[in-house]
């Protein structure tokens, strides 16, 4: 049992991010499906999900100054209780322009929570811990996301959704506040500039932004695909779950065999699998099942894209430019995520639900098409010189803190 120390000893913070991801992960897919039966076009349904993904880019790059001057409980209990009354404004007020207005400030108050968490466990986490730590905080994360999805279902009142996700969200808060870990400093994080990150590993930044604008089209438009395809409610809910599901189960066989092989091999298999499963959704109209497999697919490559990219970037860094590059990584990542659901939306237009699913399969086929001219233009990493694999959550610069760096790395160019 010694083994479950470390994670008993953040336990409290765990159940505070279960919580809020339970009650706020399927609030987008919650407007999505609201805005569709209103009759709103998938463009302007699309706006919503950009402007959740600009205020986590604000928020991942502002929120340290907020937990520097009143602490991490207060912080917490600040954009925990300013989500809470967020989710509740989309209940009493359903307007286009407010909501969108909202989702900023729900971006901006997830990116908070992640700061303030990941700090958190940083904190607490030590050389042996580190990735039993952040396996288990990667665990609550994507387990509540899933399992919320379901709360889309519930029927009776058209606020009760609303209700109960601001209540889940509120109860995030016991856990922190009654929590005896000490708060850590927020640390100023630097960064190494775009052009420099890209000259030391492109694959890795090309990948990252396009499971960024991948993911971030899923994230805001698969509830409307669903809908606009006749899927049920229920149906969308358990497709999206399986993504999830399925995105949290292939993680480590995929980062097993990339620090046994060739990083770059993985990636590009982690992209065709990608595109393949894409043009299967494309092609499976409404059968859920096909949906539910060729989504636990989907969700397995690309989940996984991000992280490999990230261990490929670091095997070209050394540990001091690996943590400072995390900052230009999340920062590309939610640029793409930003542009993902307005790209989808205009394909949407063009060719139809289906157009969703064509839109991932393009943009993963083209990140496929330069890993192959990567593997063919430069030498690859040595396996014993290769960065550890670690499952990363693609949530804020602090989350790399928590990610276990070898002494030996150093800057390769590639």
């Not at 070209?316 to 542009?339: F, P």
Request: glycine share 10%; with cysteine.
């Amino acid at each position: 049992m010694r083994q479950f120390e470390p994670v008993k000893a953040v336990g409290s913070l765990l159940i505070a991010v279960a919580l809020l991801m339970l009650g706020n992960g399927f609030v987008g897919t919650l407007l999505s499906i609201r805005l569709e039966a209103a009759g709103v076009s998938a463009p302007f349904i699309a706006l919503l999900t950009t402007a959740y993904f600009a205020g986590l880019t604000a928020g991942s790059f502002r929120m340290g100054g907020l937990v520097a001057r009143v602490g991490h409980i207060r912080a917490f209990g600040a954009v925990v209780s300013l989500l809470s009354a967020s989710t509740l404004t989309y209940a009493i007020f359903p307007h286009l322009v407010l909501w969108i207005v909202l989702r900023f400030v729900d971006g901006l108050c997830i990116a908070g929570v992640y700061l303030c968490i990941e700090s958190w466990l940083n904190r607490r986490a030590t050389v042996e811990t580190r990735g039993t730590i952040l396996a288990a905080y990667m665990i609550a994360l994507y387990s509540g996301q899933a399992a919320g999805q379901f709360f889309v279902n519930l029927e009776g009142s058209p606020m009760l959704p609303f209700v109960v996700s601001s209540v889940l969200v509120s109860l995030a808060v016991i856990p922190v506040a009654l929590t005896r870990i000490a708060s850590p400093d927020i640390e100023a994080q630097s960064h190494i500039a775009l052009p420099a990150l890209f000259r030391a590993s492109p694959l890795g930044l090309v990948g990252v932004g396009a499971t960024g604008l991948a993911l971030g089209a899923f994230y805001g438009l698969a509830a409307v695909a669903g809908r606009q395809s006749g899927l049920a409610i229920g149906n969308i809910t358990f497709f999206i779950s399986a993504v999830i599901a399925g995105g949290v189960a292939l993680q480590y066989p995929m980062g097993h065999l990339s620090d046994r092989f060739d990083r770059r091999l993985v990636i590009l298999v982690a992209t065709v699998g990608g595109a393949l499963a894409a043009v299967a959704l494309a092609l499976a109209g409404a059968v859920v099942w096909a949906m539910a497999l060729a989504g636990a697919l989907l969700g397995g490559m690309v989940f996984a894209l991000y992280p490999l990219c990230v261990a490929h970037t670091n095997d070209r860094l050394t540990e001091e430019e690996q943590l400072s590059a995390s900052g230009g990584l999340i920062l590309v990542y939610s640029a793409g995520a930003a542009a993902g659901p307005i790209a989808g939306s205009l394909a949407m237009q063009m060719i139809g639900p289906a157009g969703l699913y064509l839109f991932i399969a393009g943009v993963i086929g083209a990140a496929m098409v330069f890993a192959i001219w990567r593997i063919f233009r430069s030498e690859a990493v040595p396996n014993d010189q290769q960065q550890p694999y670690q499952i990363l959550p693609r949530t804020s610069p602090m989350s790399a803190a928590l990610e276990p760096f070898s002494e030996e790395s150093e800057f390769i160019e590639e």
